[in-house]
């Protein structure tokens, strides 16, 4: 599963002078809470843990964008508990 994102990062990243805007979205294993995002060239790396009693599903929105290019990028992360 790591990998498709790994290559989906790896086209939009590639493919940048092609593609102004695009939007990822990531559903998290069920039940698990989003702790910190990061991404080294075209790997994108996201730390969950198990949610706790009385945490509820949220949605996180990371955005970023390129100043010159007027590039930019959406990465939602949803976490799911059903």
Known sequence: M???FSFII???YLGGCIIDNYSIEISLPKCQKLVSV???HS???YLSRP???GEVPETWF???SEDFDNKESRIIF???CR
């Open 62 to 64: 990371f955005s970023g």
């Open 51 to 53: 949610m706790r009693s």
């Open 38 to 40: 990061t991404w080294k």
């Open 2 to 4: 790591n990998k498709i």
């Open 43 to 45: 790997n994108l790396w």
């Open 78 to 80: 949803r976490e799911t």
């Open 10 to 12: 790896l086209i939009c």
